[in-house]
């Protein structure tokens, strides 16, 4: 699933290469056009911008709203460049400027009047966004650990109403970045404890975001840790069973 970093690297790109201009904007695919996306031809790109793992598109009186989950992705191609799928299989063609952006798939694309984006139920109830400027880790701790004390912290990092952005990979980088065992409740952290998970996480999200690339000292990772020479593990955490990986002899 892309992460809070995919979703921000994704709208620089697209407002520096659509920002401004006005979009030729269709739907190949019915599901596109359920959507409503033709309704935003013709109409000016004037922001894009991530909200954790949620892109909102602005265009005047109207917004494009895009969740990609494990399945959806946005391409974006010059004009006339060959693309990776086929062209009936993209929810929303978005070109302006000799730059075309497509979407193929995911749990969510929908066009909705720019004036609900701030109550929509779907986005006002995201927690704080790990990436956005003036991210608090500390007020941000003391919420996850009032909210459950007794909930594992590797299950609290991918609750969205909580803490908006981390998923699988940054939940175990920053937990083992910050030398915690993703395994213990958060209310037996102390408040620095988990402030530091959360200001890991970010830290590792903004690099990825420069930089294009992840850390991989835990994650996927089948052998030994790189540090200490323990065993890496790996098992399914929470009632979603989402797979967190961590190092025994590094975390505690």
């Known amino acids: 699933m892309a992460e809070g970093d ?13 920002g401004g201009e006005e979009v030729a904007a269709s739907a190949p695919s019915p599901r596109g056009r359920a959507a409503g996306v033709p309704r935003l031809d013709g109409l000016r790109l004037e922001a894009a911008e991530a ?6 598109l602005r265009f005047g009186p109207l917004a494009l709203h895009s969740h990609l989950g494990m399945s959806g992705a946005w391409h974006l191609y010059r004009a006339g460049e060959r693309w990776w799928r086929p062209r009936a299989a993209a929810w929303a063609v978005l070109a302006a ?7 193929f ?21 995201l927690g704080p966004d790990v990436l956005a400027p003036g991210f608090d880790p500390a007020a941000v701790a003391a919420a996850i650990r009032a909210a459950d004390p007794a909930r594992a912290l590797g299950d609290a990092l991918l609750d969205q109403g909580l803490v908006a952005g981390i998923g699988n990979i940054f939940k175990s980088e920053a937990c083992f970045a910050a030398g915690v065992d993703p395994w ?5 952290l102390g408040e620095a404890e988990l402030a530091g998970v959360l200001a890991a996480a970010r830290e590792l999200m903004l690099e990825a975001v420069r930089s294009g690339r992840r850390p991989g ?12 020479g323990a065993r890496v593990r790996h098992r399914g955490q929470g009632d979603a069973n989402r797979v967190t990986w961590w190092c025994p002899g590094c975390q505690r």
């Open 105 to 125: 798939g995911g749990p969510t694309l929908r066009v909705l009047p720019a004036e609900r984006l701030r109550l929509d139920p779907q986005l006002a109830r």
């Open 217 to 228: 000292s835990v994650y996927g990772r089948r052998g030994p840790c790189a540090r200490c």
């Open 97 to 103: 400027a000799g730059e075309v952006a497509v979407q």
């Open 184 to 188: 213990r409740p958060v209310g037996e």
């Open 51 to 56: 909200r954790g793992k949620h892109l909102v």
């Open 6 to 18: 995919t979703i921000l690297r994704l709208a620089r790109r697209l407002e520096a290469a659509l």
